[in-house]
């Protein structure tokens, strides 16, 4: 069954550090997405990009995030300059045209010190 | 979208039949209700979704009255690996949007 992948699984940086975490959505999926979830709280809406373009976006996914398709496979989200604050859980999700299902990667794990 | 409301937690025993209900009452008429389930460390899995009446599918069973302003999803004969924190979402018909998650239902079954 074909599956969203994530990496790395695991991530520690330094405050101030710039990240890159890295998806690869079901292969005919066209909308990707990514989610947040802190730990011990709810799993969050960050951004969903479709086309090659940004379709919404929420108040966490500020100037400080960005979200790029750099190849047919890839979709990442970078966070510029990391804050204590951004540790969480990092989801990726994809979506084929016409289905309301997401398919949820594994997770990149977030520890900023 | 729909507010959803959950219970916090719910108690079972391996073998049972569990039961979570999900209250929507602003649901929209193009809305469907999806239930997701997460273990720890994971990410969220698709169980189940529905429009109206009963869905079923190798996992589970929703049940959705006639009014829409509630859903049940059955999940029969649990095992320990059922134990994980189980989502109610309304999803707006509008293929592509957000999911918008609340604080969901954990589920604990013992032996």
């Known amino acids: 069954e074909p599956e969203v992948t994530q990496t790395p699984s695991h991530q520690v940086t330094q405050m101030g550090q710039e990240v890159i975490l890295r998806c690869v959505p079901i292969?005919?999926?066209?909308?990707f997405y990514w989610y947040r979830q802190i730990l011990g709280q709810k799993v969050e809406f960050l951004v969903s990009?479709?086309?090659?373009?940004?379709?919404?976006k929420s108040e966490i996914f500020d100037d400080q995030f960005s979200v790029e398709r750099p190849d047919g496979s890839n979709f990442t989200l970078k966070i510029r300059s990391t804050k204590l604050e951004d540790s969480a859980m990092y989801f990726c999700?994809?979506?084929?045209?016409?289905?309301?299902?997401?398919?949820f990667g594994p997770g990149t794990r977030l520890l900023v010190l | 979208l729909a507010k959803t409301t959950q219970p916090i937690s719910m108690d079972s025993y391996e073998g049972q039949e569990v039961n979570i209900t999900c209250s929507h009452n602003?649901?929209?008429?193009?809305?469907?209700i999806t239930w997701y389930q997460q273990f720890p460390s994971q990410g969220p899995r698709f169980i189940i979704q529905?429009?109206?009446t009963k869905v079923t599918n190798e996992v589970a069973s929703l049940f959705i009255p006639a009014d829409r302003k509630s859903s049940t999803l059955s999940l029969p004969r649990v095992s320990l690996s059922d134990t994980a924190v189980y989502y109610c979402?309304?999803?707006?018909?509008?293929?592509?949007?957000?999911?918008?998650f609340g604080k969901g239902t954990t589920l604990s079954v013992s032996s």
């Open positions: 292969s005919n999926h066209l909308y």
């Open positions: 999700a994809s979506r084929s045209q016409g289905a309301e299902t997401q398919y």
């Open positions: 529905g429009y109206k």
């Open positions: 979402l309304v999803v707006a018909g509008q293929a592509g949007t957000a999911l918008i």
């Open positions: 602003n649901i929209a008429t193009n809305d469907y």
């Open positions: 990009f479709y086309n090659n373009e940004i379709s919404e």
